[in-house]
């Protein structure tokens, strides 16, 4: 698989270089393989491999001009522009210098498109374009794929894109191959023929059924038509940056409207239950200012501590307030203990 360097050194005048080919072969307007090679040859294309590339260069440069080449093989480009893209892949894969020789990669996506090109030139009796494709099968030149692209397990690789050349794109003539002149002369002669039978058949001829200049109009309206495909591709590119300005400025004021009514949201919201671990914090609402919902913490943020073993002490042996319930201990006796013990011992005293 080539590398980033390689592409974008080699990109650039490979593409240049077939689109030069291949505009001189849209000139021609044929699709025989004789007039393919002729511009070949005078162009000296085989010398597009000659250089100073050598070993694994070589087989990267040889699979980047084989992948460059394949995307004009494909719609949107024009049948001849994709038989010259035919004939493009089978001088590359055969003057290719790299050994063994590089194969043509076809995804499972492309190869319904290629059957039917292959069926149209089978149909159309362009007999060059079915030799060129049988050929390169039975050669073994074609590698039948997945995807497009090698894949590697976790390698960022920057995708590579196909510009598509305006002036190879296929035209939608199927109006003016319908309607063509000598669908138009039997459409006269058709008619003609139906207003003498009329004529012949029905007294009064200025019965009409059909419209009198109907060829004129269908001509008529068929130049028009290309008139107005010509200045569609003309300022289609012009229209496409007005679209894109207009959905940008969509997207822009989209982005803008969702912001404003998730601030709204956040500003007018309910309030949020509060956590376990902040239900000490009781918010009160004070509707008494002006009728508004004025919001006022009651408590103060300060952890709470546990009461020491004083303040337990002195709230359980003391009341709460100014009155205290006070109660004695008494590790001596009372007052009127003491007088009667004094009694009883001068009474003792006189009996001795």
């Known amino acids: 698989m080539p590398n980033g360097k390689a592409k974008d050194r080699f990109l650039k005048p490979l593409v240049a270089d077939y689109e030069e080919l291949l505009g001189r072969f849209q000139q021609t307007e044929s699709v025989r393989f004789e007039e393919f090679t002729a511009i070949w040859r005078n162009m000296g294309f085989s010398s597009v491999f000659y250089g100073s590339l050598a070993g694994n260069e070589m087989r990267e440069f040889c699979h980047l001009t084989l992948t460059m080449a394949f995307n004009y093989f ?4 024009s049948f001849q522009i994709r038989v010259g893209g035919l004939y493009l892949l089978y001088g590359l894969y055969h003057t290719q210098l790299a050994s ?18 292959y069926q149209d030139s ?8 079915v ?4 050929k390169l099968i039975a050669e073994n030149a074609v590698l039948y794929t997945a995807m497009p692209q090698m894949l590697t397990f976790r390698v960022k690789k920057k995708p590579q894109h196909h510009k598509v050349c305006e002036e190879f794109r296929d035209r939608p003539e199927r109006v003016k191959d319908l309607i063509s002149t000598d669908m138009l002369q039997e459409v006269a002669n058709i008619q003609g023929h139906h207003e003498r039978l009329k004529a012949s058949v029905l007294e009064r001829s200025s019965i009409a059924v059909t419209q009198q200049d109907l060829p004129a109009r269908l001509h008529s309206c068929v130049l028009e038509f ?11 590119d012009a229209d496409h940056l007005v679209y894109a300005e207009e959905k940008a400025q969509q997207v822009e004021s989209s982005n803008r409207a969702q912001l404003l009514a998730s601030i709204k949201t956040k500003s007018y919201g309910c309030l949020a239950e509060a956590s376990k671990s902040r239900r000490h914090r009781q918010v009160e609402m004070d509707t008494s200012i002006s009728g508004t919902g004025y919001i006022k913490e ?18 359980n042996l003391c009341g709460e307030g100014d009155e205290q319930k006070i109660q004695y201990w008494l590790l001596s006796a009372a007052e009127e203990d003491k007088t009667a013990l004094k009694r009883q011992k001068r009474k003792q005293s ?3």
């Open 122 to 129: 089978v149909n159309s009796q362009h007999y060059d374009a």
């Open 298 to 315: 009651a408590t103060k943020y300060h952890k709470s501590r546990a009461p020491s073993l004083k303040a337990r002490t002195n709230k």
């Open 131 to 134: 030799y060129i494709i049988r």
């Open 226 to 236: 290309l008139h107005w495909q010509d200045r569609h591709e003309n300022h289609g």
């Open 100 to 117: 063994p020789k590089e194969k043509i990669r076809i995804a499972l996506k492309d190869w319904e498109q290629i059957q039917k090109f």
């Open 74 to 77: 494909l719609p949107p480009y």
């Open 350 to 352: 006189f009996r001795w």
